[in-house]
């Protein structure tokens, strides 16, 4: 089976703000995604940058097979929000919450102060069961690194502005990686030795940031550690990013402004890693998927064809 993650960049039918401008680009934005899931061929993909419920319906249909859709519930300002396309196989959703886990307060997102109590974007989960295999999958979209500041701009007036509201977002990324581990937690129900458990998606941050490493529970046993290959009593609760199982020269989901980084991810519990038997970015085989360099200006790219993201997936054995 293999299985991934994708964020489709504003996936918006045309006319809106945020969406391409007319049909002709719309339907040259769909062409491109489809066909690179068509080539990726996933039982599973879970999607970020979903605006319109209908647009996610309009891609599946350009998709051969009996493909099926399940969305959160928990849309940001803009109407993005995660979701699942599924191959054959019928998603059962077990969870879609933007909560903050218990004891965890608010954490300032601006400026004027004003709390903020609850992830930006839902957090999705669903199961999925196969002949081989029964996975339960988490798809999240965490607090974007590219900043945006009052009035729309996307320009700093100084630096002062720049490290507070770099500061905004990472506290909010720190709180929303926190609530994404509670939810972890419940998959895996203190059994990932034994159960198949995914957590994937747009984590806005790479392999080592503190933010991606909250989500790996107890420390150890990473892939390329001695300890990998030496179980332990974490193994119960842990998560391992397969990054390291990507091509080196593949390993990276987005190029900001020139420079290549991976902030797309799979982690996958105890009973599942030793499992995988390849990961990638792009397309399988040699990865070519060509990706634009962006720059903090999101709107620069509106009804641009394909995504400024790579898929990134991994393949199991049974």
């Known amino acids: 089976m293999l299985f991934g993650t994708w964020n489709l960049e504003n996936l918006y039918r045309p006319g809106g703000p945020f969406g391409p401008k007319d049909k002709a680009a719309y339907e040259t934005k769909l062409a491109a995604l489809a066909a690179v899931i068509a080539e990726l061929d996933p039982a599973l993909l879970g999607v970020q940058e979903v605006g319109d419920p209908e647009a996610l319906e309009d891609l599946a249909g350009l998709l051969d097979g009996d493909w099926h859709v399940a969305l959160s519930e928990h849309p940001d300002d803009r109407g993005i929000r995660v979701g699942f396309l599924c191959r054959d196989l019928v998603p059962r959703l077990l969870a879609d919450t933007n909560a903050f886990p218990e004891r965890l307060r608010p954490v300032q997102g601006d400026d004027e102060g004003d709390p903020v109590s609850r992830a930006g974007r839902g957090f999705l989960?669903?199961?999925?069961?196969?002949?081989?295999?029964?996975?339960?999958?988490?798809?999240?979209?965490?607090?974007?690194?590219?900043l945006s500041y009052p009035g729309g701009r996307f320009q700093p007036r100084d630096e002062g502005e720049r490290a507070r509201y770099g500061a905004y977002a990472l506290y909010?990324?720190?709180?929303?990686?926190?609530?994404?581990?509670?939810?972890a937690d419940k998959l895996l129900a203190g059994e990932g030795r034994a159960r198949d458990v995914a957590v994937l998606g747009d984590l806005n941050d790479e392999v080592q940031a503190a933010t991606t490493q909250i989500l790996l529970g107890p420390p150890g046993s990473e892939i390329g550690t001695p300890g990998y290959d030496h179980p332990d009593q974490g193994d119960a609760a842990r998560l391992w990013d397969t990054a390291p199982l990507i091509p080196a020269e593949q390993r990276y989901s987005r190029i900001n402004s020139g420079r290549r980084e991976l902030i797309d991810h799979i982690l996958v519990s105890h009973h599942l890693v030793h499992r995988v038997t390849g990961a990638g970015t792009g397309l399988p085989g040699d990865g070519t998927l060509t990706l634009p360099s962006i720059g903090p200006d999101p709107a620069a790219r509106r009804g641009?064809?394909?995504?400024?993201?790579?898929?990134?997936?991994?393949r199991v054995g049974a």
């Open 125 to 146: 989960a669903v199961e999925i069961a196969s002949e081989d295999l029964t996975l339960t999958v988490a798809v999240c979209h965490l607090k974007s690194k590219l």
């Open 172 to 183: 909010r990324r720190a709180a929303e990686a926190t609530a994404l581990r509670a939810l």
């Open 304 to 314: 641009a064809p394909g995504s400024d993201h790579a898929p990134v997936w991994v």
